[in-house]
């Protein structure tokens, strides 16, 4: 769906006005696909607001009329090939809530089959795969520093506690 940027009045709890501006976002996807124990698939872009090639979590927006399991799946299709036959959600979040609303949901995809899609003409990927001691180091050497990729790595390691 569009993203947009609007001027809002905004009313805060105080009882204040004030103006802002807001981008206004359909939500997005997260999904962290499992090959199987401790061994999950990332992919490398180059992302232009970044100015840098980034290693994240497959991801994408949520298409008019689809769900957020079929979007889940179907970002998963297009940027490794594969389609999950298991597919669970571990949480939502505001990746960037100081300048939009935009959610984002974080997807565990598990049991993998190739699946047939088409890749975005825009996108240009490196797939790979990784242990979560991989992508604990990718973190700290500063190879990783997508935040919706920081809290997938979190979840999986530390969701046990939650």
Same mark, same amino acid.
């Given at each position: ?49 970044? =100015?840098?090639?980034?290693?994240? %979590? +497959?991801?994408? $927006? /949520? ?8 979007? @889940?799946? #179907? ?12 597919? =669970?959600?571990?949480?939502?979040? %505001? +990746?960037?809530? $100081? /300048? ?8 565990? @995809?598990? #049991? ?51």
């Amino acid at each position: 769906g569009p993203i947009h940027l609007v001027d809002c009045d905004v009313q805060m709890p105080s009882g204040r006005t004030l103006s802002r501006q807001i981008l206004e976002h359909p939500g997005a996807v997260v999904v962290i696909p499992k090959i199987r124990a401790d061994r999950y698939i990332l992919i490398r872009q180059f992302r232009f607001a970044a =100015k840098n090639w980034l290693w994240e %979590f +497959p991801a994408g $927006g /949520i298409e008019k009329g689809e769900s957020f399991k079929q979007a @889940a799946a #179907r970002e998963l299709a297009e940027e490794t090939g594969l389609k999950p036959r298991k597919l =669970k959600k571990l949480c939502q979040f %505001f +990746p960037t809530p $100081g /300048i939009s609303g935009e959610i984002m949901y974080l997807y565990l @995809a598990e #049991r993998l089959l190739p699946a047939t899609a088409s890749k975005d003409e825009d996108e240009e990927l490196e797939v790979a795969q990784f242990s979560t001691a991989q992508i604990a180091r990718m973190i700290k050497r500063g190879e990783i520093r997508d935040a919706k990729t920081i809290l997938g790595y979190f979840y999986l390691k530390y969701s046990s506690r939650f």
